[in-house]
């Protein structure tokens, strides 16, 4: 800091003594200033980009000021913080969501009305930040929107990777990979803080020793040593003048030279060693709900969390005369998934061994402090880390989790006796030929709460992922160590920003915006479903919608849709559970009905226009190849001419935040169709529901939920329950597993090679797939339709005709689309964060006054 006596801060303090103005002159000087003094442009020679980046500057100025404040006025006001620990934010577009939130709307589009250009043009400049996969990435980007716009102190921690979700390509029906290197020039919404680092110890040793008091102590030493270094984002509220930080954290070599090193013949070698510190944060990795083992992902778990305790707990010890007892009052931290569970060891050892807090108050203070949110049930997704890996790597944490693990056996064989078949299961540690560390156990014996994402799925996770853990909760009296928190979206940027048409009926009818920070006020709505200006209206705001996504569709797939028909999509990770190939499937037989049928009879079938999107793994097999296959029946159906007019399927390439708030909006129906029991919640029907489409789905995740709030008439339910799936899989074990007939057509037009196009390896690959389904024994296991495609095709394709019947009487599907998206309030993420906040962090909002500066 500097010296205080020397340098005048006063006149410094009052050279800004007021926030930067914001009316369009102000903003149209500040941009002249940004384009020439920040980017070097001239103000008569730039291009398109620059004034995106100008643009951003300008925003970054307010951002800052906000950002800045805010954090003063958490210290001041002492306040205890959330921290969200997540590998994976995926925020999507900053600028349009800056802009509204910061309530700029109006002066901003006057501003670049007044320089002649279209603020939606600055817009499509920015490139997409895409370091998240999925569901659990977005999800994490929503709770910061809604964090921000409760005034909730609460912060991200995360990892800035130079190489987000790669982008998909689509070359001859296939996906290809390519990577993302989403800063290019720099990203001016972020700001680089040199000044905050620290050092993250990789692999080396544990020795023992003695401190300067001569006391005993262990000393973690050698192995290497990488810098984390902060990058802050900044995220403003809607509606309030608080604006957080999500602060990621990106790898840089330690800053210390060894000059031994750099003396000797090694310089080439030490420089090369110290650049592959940076490999750290490189890349995110491209697995959605399924898990690899590999070393460099554990070493990014671990350098993200290290870096954030550290930080957060140089902030607490900041504070005047702080007892290490007043932690839990001041700070609670949410583990998004297994991801950053190690979590659990590095605050024992930052606490012990740094902060030499004893162990028993050390584990008091960390099982106080943390918490554990699962998303998946799905097995292969649950993170298990080979002992041997973490020996090598993290010494002192396996050291740690040894010790956690002999407590915990001692109380639970106390509790159980000594040969409990409960121990093994409760154990961290999985025995076998590669003995393994259970992170989910880590976190949950680590955790003072630990939640689901959806009321099924919470269930789930009690009844069958960790039955055993919520025995033991039940047994020593605390049965709601266990509690559901239902996901959400946040309504700024997926009803306001997404579909700004629908937002102004909203407030034009509702009167005010308040829906926007309140969507209990969308009740208000219904009384007006079946109003026929509203109906009207509505229906224009759909149509606006379909033409946006007409255009999109012809720019990324060179095809013409037609405006006039049912818009039916599935947007999300391709995955075999959530069955983007019974979608196919169902797309083909509608083909083989519409074929069967008289040029007069076809005049009277629903038109239909289906968009499947998604991103498949890359070493996924089979994800690969549905893509392949969606995209090989589109060039069949699509130049058909007795069924094009009917039917069009079309593979979106590239699905990503920025393609949702396109294709999302124009939907009438999406298909969220996963086995009951296996999708924890989704997310993306709650965005749906809210911009007016409505669902086909099976009773899984959010759907059930969303089904109760919205009313049974709004959704197109079908499938079996989660509590048949056993039985219908056992029989199915034992031979019985008839399949549809109407199924079996589809079958034979593809084992025909009807959508091969003549190329035999696609031919082979489909058949795989086909032959995989109807495989219902395979060597005594049963690896067929492990997802009950066949068994709920039926259903299915009833589903599909209530939608086409429902769909026919216009007036009745409007009054459903406006009931539903009137219905939706439970969903924002604002109704979830406040949630957390009471129930898991006890978190309380701190409003930011607006004072002069
Ligand atoms: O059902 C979704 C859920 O809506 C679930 O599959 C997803 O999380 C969403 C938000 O709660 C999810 N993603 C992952 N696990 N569950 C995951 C696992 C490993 C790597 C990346 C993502």
């Given amino acids: 800091e500097v010296d205080g006596d020397k340098v005048k801060l006063e006149k410094l303090w009052k050279l800004m003594d007021t926030y930067e103005p914001n009316d369009p002159e102000s903003i149209q000087k500040s941009f002249a200033r940004h384009l020439e003094y920040s980017l070097a442009c001239t103000r008569f020679n730039f291009t398109m980009e620059d004034a995106y980046r100008a643009a951003g500057l300008v925003l970054r100025d307010r951002l800052l000021e906000s950002l800045n404040d805010t954090n003063d006025y958490y210290r001041k006001m002492d306040v205890k913080r959330g921290y969200y620990l997540s590998a994976e934010y995926l925020i999507g577009r900053h600028m349009q969501n800056a802009i509204a939130n910061l309530d700029l ?62 982008k998909q390509e689509i070359q001859n ?12 020039d720099g990203c001016p919404f972020e700001i680089p803080r040199p000044d905050i680092t620290y050092p993250v110890r990789l692999y080396g040793e544990v020795t023992h020793g003695e401190d300067e008091k001569g006391n005993w102590c262990v000393n973690w030493v050698g192995g290497e040593i990488v810098q984390a270094m902060a ?67 554990l070493r990014q778990q671990y350098f993200f969390v290290s870096a954030s305790l550290q930080d957060l707990l140089r902030d607490f010890i900041k504070r005047p005369n702080y007892k290490w007892s007043e932690l839990p009052e001041k700070v609670a931290v949410q583990m998004n998934d297994t991801h950053p569970t190690i979590a659990v060891a590095e605050m024992m050892r930052l606490l012990v061994d740094v902060m030499h807090v004893h162990w028993e108050e050390a584990w008091d203070l960390t099982t106080k402090c943390l918490n554990y949110t699962n998303h998946t049930v799905m097995p292969e997704a649950l993170e298990k880390w080979p002992v041997e890996m973490i020996e090598r790597m993290l010494p002192r944490h396996l050291q740690i989790i040894g010790e956690l693990n002999l407590r915990w056996i001692k109380d639970l064989q106390k509790k159980y006796g000594d040969h409990s078949p409960v121990i093994s299961a409760l154990s961290i540690f999985e025995e076998g030929d590669i003995k393994k560390i259970r992170m989910g156990n880590l976190a949950i014996m680590g955790a003072n709460k630990v939640n689901g ?37 946040t309504p700024r940027r ?63 797939c060179d095809l013409d849709i037609d405006q006039d028909a049912l818009i039916d999509i599935q947007i999300k990770r391709i995955h075999e559970y959530k069955r983007q190939l019974m979608n196919i499937l169902y797309v083909i037989h509608r083909y083989q009905e519409l074929k069967k049928k008289s040029p007069g009879e076809r005049e009277k079938t629903q038109k239909r226009v289906v ?15 549905i893509i392949k296959l ?34 999302i909006p124009a939907s009438d129906i999406s298909e969220h169709i996963s086995t009951a029991g296996t999708e924890a919640s989704g997310t993306s029907n709650m965005k749906f529901v809210m911009n007016g489409g409505l669902i086909v789905g099976t009773m899984d995740g959010a759907n059930i939920e969303i089904r109760e709030e919205c009313g049974e008439d709004t959704m197109f339910i079908f499938g079996c329950l989660e509590h048949q799936v056993a039985d219908i899989a056992a029989k199915a074990k034992s031979g019985h597993y008839p399949i549809d007939s109407r199924l079996q057509a589809v079958f034979q037009a593809i084992r025909n090679g009807d959508f091969s196009h003549g190329e035999p390896e696609a031919q082979a690959e489909f058949c795989s797939l086909v032959d995989r389904l109807c495989n219902i024994q395979a060597a ?36 459903l689309s406006i009931q539903a998206a009137s219905s939706m309030a439970k969903f924002s993420t604002d109704r979830t964060i406040k949630e957390y906040a009471e129930v898991i962090w006890g978190v309380k909002p701190a409003v930011r006054p607006l004072e002069d500066r």
């Fill in 105 to 166: 709307e109006q002066p901003f589009k006057e501003a670049f009305i007044g320089l002649g250009m279209e603020l939606e043009e600055l817009f499509h400049e920015e490139a997409d930040p895409a370091l998240g996969n999925g569901g659990l990435g977005r999800l994490a980007a929503c709770f910061l929107d809604s964090m921000a716009t409760l005034s909730l102190p609460c912060w991200g921690y995360g990892i800035r990777y130079s190489y987000g979700m790669f």
């Fill in 173 to 184: 029906g296939r996906q290809v990979e390519c990577p993302d290197f989403w800063i290019g």
């Fill in 231 to 297: 990058y802050d984002n900044p995220i403003p509220g809607f509606d309030t003048y608080n604006t957080n930080n999500l602060r990621l954290w990106r790898a840089c070599p330690s800053k210390e030279f060894d000059l031994d090193m750099f003396s000797a013949a090694a310089y080439a070698d030490s420089v090369e060693s110290r650049r592959k510190a940076e490999d750290l944060s490189a890349v995110l990795y491209p697995n959605d709900a399924t898990y690899e083992g590999k070393e460099l992902r």
């Fill in 453 to 489: 994402v959806a009321a099924i799925h919470t269930e789930i996770i009690k009844k069958e992922t960790f039955p055993e853990f919520y025995k033991y909760c039940c047994d020593i009296g605390k049965p709601d160590k266990i509690v559901n928190m239902t996901n959400g979206v």
């Fill in 494 to 556: 997926w009803v306001h920003c997404a579909n700004p048409a629908l937002s102004a009926i909203f407030t034009k009818y509702l009167g005010s915006h308040e829906w926007l920070t309140d969507m209990t006020k969308l009740k208000g709505m219904l009384k007006f479903k079946e109003d026929s200006k509203l109906h009207s209206e509505w229906m224009e705001m759909k149509r606006e919608c379909k033409a946006k996504l007409a255009a999109f569709v012809k720019e990324k």
């Fill in 611 to 625: 968009l499947i999107g998604g991103k498949a793994a890359s070493a996924y097999v089979n994800a690969k190849i």
């Fill in 630 to 663: 969606i995209s090989n029946v589109g060039k069949v159906i699509n130049k058909d001419p007795d069924t094009s007019k009917y039917l069009k399927v079309a593979f979106v390439p590239n699905y990503c935040v920025s393609a949702a708030q396109v294709m």
């Fill in 780 to 815: 005594g296991t049963w690896d067929g339709d492990k997802y009950l495609v066949i068994s709920d095709f039926p259903s299915f394709i009833d589903a599909q005709a209530r939608v086409d019947a429902t769909y026919a009487d216009k007036a009745k599907w409007c009054k």
